[in-house]
C-alpha cells in the first residue's frame, strides 16, 4: 500500500512541469478570449463603418432629392401660391379647408415632379413636406399685392376689384346693379376698354359667366373681357374662355393685369 501511494507521488520537478503547462495553457486562453475580443471588436467597428457609410448616402440622397424639388418648385413658386388663394377655404364656422389645395398639390407632384425624378416610397413624405415648406415661405416672404377679399360681401367684392384696377393705372367705375348685360366693372387703361364679370362664390365658377361677359364685350364694344373671382374655374368655363380670348382672374391677378395685356412698359 505504502509502495502504491510512493509510486503514484510526482517529483517536484513533474510538479514544477504540470504547473507551467498549466499556467501556460491559462495563458493561451487568455490569448485566444483576447482574439476574439479583438475580432469582435473590429467586427462591430467594420460594421459601424458600413453603417456609417450607408447613412451618410442615404442623407447625400436626400439633399439631392431635396434640391432637386426645389429648383423645380421655385419655377411655379407665383402659381402654386395663387392655387392656395384659390383652393383654400374657411367654411362659416370658420373652419378651414385645405382638401381642394392637397388635391392640387398631389397633381403637382404628379405631373411636374414625378415625371422629371424617381421619388422612392419612402421618400414620398419628403417631397410633400418640402413642397409645403417652400410655398408657405414664399408666401410668408411675399408681401401680397392685394388684401384678402375672401370675407366680404358680393357687393364690397365689386368694388374693392374696381378700386385695385384704379390703384393700378386703370380708370374703374362699377356698373349700375339692373341693365349692365352681364358687366359689374367697366375700365379704361389709355385707349383699352375693358369689361369684368365679378363673381364672390364659394364653388367654381361656371361657363354662364363665361358667355355672359362675352355678351357684355360686344355690348359695350370693348378690347378685353375678363371673369374676376376668389374662387376657380370649373373645365367648361376654362375651354370656352380659351376658345372666345376671354381671361379668367383671380382678384389677386388684378395688380398685374394692364401688364399681361402689354399695356404697362417694363424696362
Known amino acids: ?72 418648385v421655385k419655377l411655379h413658386l407665383d402659381k402654386l401660391l395663387l392655387k392656395k388663394k384659390q383652393l383654400v377655404r374657411v367654411d362659416d364656422y370658420g373652419n378651414e379647408d385645405v382638401s381642394g389645395f392637397a388635391k392640387e398639390l398631389n397633381y ?80 379704361t387703361y389709355g385707349n383699352v376698354k375693358a369689361v369684368f364679370q365679378v363673381k364672390k362664390y364659394s364653388q367654381p365658377v361656371g361657363n354662364s359667366a363665361v358667355q355672359e361677359i362675352i355678351a357684355g364685350k360686344a355690348f359695350e364694344q370693348a378690347h378685353v373681357a375678363a371673369v374676376v373671382t376668389n374662387s376657380t374655374f370649373t373645365a367648361s368655363a376654362k375651354k370656352l374662355a380659351n376658345a372666345t380670348g376671354v381671361f379668367l382672374l383671380h382678384y389677386s391677378e388684378l395688380p398685374d393685369f394692364a401688364e399681361e395685356l402689354g399695356l404697362v412698359e417694363t424696362e
Open 1 to 72: 500500500m505504502s509502495n502504491q501511494c510512493v509510486s503514484n507521488t510526482l517529483s517536484p520537478e513533474e510538479i514544477s512541469e504540470k504547473k507551467h503547462a498549466a499556467r501556460e495553457r491559462i495563458e493561451e486562453i487568455k490569448r485566444e478570449k483576447e482574439q476574439v475580443q479583438l475580432e469582435r471588436k473590429k467586427g462591430q467597428e467594420d460594421f459601424d463603418y458600413r453603417q456609417a457609410a450607408k447613412q451618410k448616402e442615404l442623407e447625400r440622397e436626400k439633399e439631392r432629392l431635396v434640391n432637386f424639388v426645389c429648383e423645380l
Open 108 to 187: 403637382f407632384i404628379d405631373k411636374t415632379i414625378r415625371t422629371k425624378i424617381d421619388i422612392p416610397y419612402d421618400k414620398e413624405e419628403l417631397v410633400w413636406d418640402t413642397l409645403v415648406d417652400l410655398i408657405f415661405s414664399y408666401e410668408n416672404n411675399t408681401p401680397p399685392k392685394v388684401k384678402n377679399l375672401d370675407d366680404v360681401s358680393p357687393i364690397d367684392f365689386e368694388h374693392q376689384c374696381a378700386e385695385i384696377l384704379n390703384q393700378t393705372g386703370w380708370t374703374a367705375r362699377v356698373t349700375q346693379a339692373s341693365g349692365d348685360q352681364g358687366i359689374d366693372v367697366i375700365a
